[in-house]
């Protein structure tokens, strides 16, 4: 990527929330110590930030249910995973169901775990790009932007499906599995 670009997307993602940040650098690898989020943050993505800023915001992501610790490395907690993935079905739902077809969320939104709410409120919604398909994406004219986002999402499913296979676990990959 030319530098020019590069320093774009940078700034691009100076402007994200630091918690988004810090789930996003686990999502391609995990688990990590507060030490190795704070040095991928730093020297990847060129954000200015301070390890003191990230410990505090690694320990406050562990008391929301957001990170799991074990042995003093951070990784995503699969629950509030599965959460989110559910929260955006229902969003998508309502979007599609939407009758003047606006493409907002609906101020009634039903967020049924208050810690998510109070987690994308404070966010925003821009951690849910993470779970958007990538037709959606493109349709979206996004691809430019999320590119890395769906990459970075491909890899870790694959990592996954990896050492979930090394370690005797089968895995089925189907598209539709859970659509009915």
């Not at 929301?64 to 990784?75: H, I, P, T």
């Not at 990538?134 to 932007?145: L, M, R, T, V």
């Not at 999402?153 to 089968?170: K, V």
């Amino acid at each position: 990527m030319p530098t020019a670009e590069k320093n774009q997307v940078n700034k691009k993602l100076a402007r994200k929330p630091l918690k988004n940040l810090i789930i996003y650098s686990l999502v391609s690898e995990w688990p990590l110590t507060v030490r190795k989020i704070y040095n991928r943050l730093k020297s990847n993505n060129g954000i200015d930030v301070t390890y003191q800023a990230v410990f505090k915001t690694v320990k406050e992501l562990v008391d929301k249910d957001v990170l799991v610790e074990k042995d003093k490395k951070y990784m995503i907690n699969i629950g509030w995973i599965n959460m989110v993935r559910d929260i955006a079905d229902m969003m998508k739902k309502k979007y599609l169901s939407a009758s003047n077809g606006e493409s907002h969320i609906p101020r009634d939104v039903y967020f049924p775990d208050p810690r998510v709410s109070m987690f994308l409120s404070e966010t925003g919604k821009n951690i849910l790009d993470y779970f958007r398909d990538k037709k959606e994406i493109i349709e979206a004219g996004h691809w430019d932007f999320l590119k890395q986002n769906y990459l970075d999402r491909q890899s870790s499913i694959n990592t996954t499906a990896r050492l979930l296979t090394e370690n005797g676990i089968a895995v089925i990959a189907a598209q539709n599995l859970h659509h009915y």
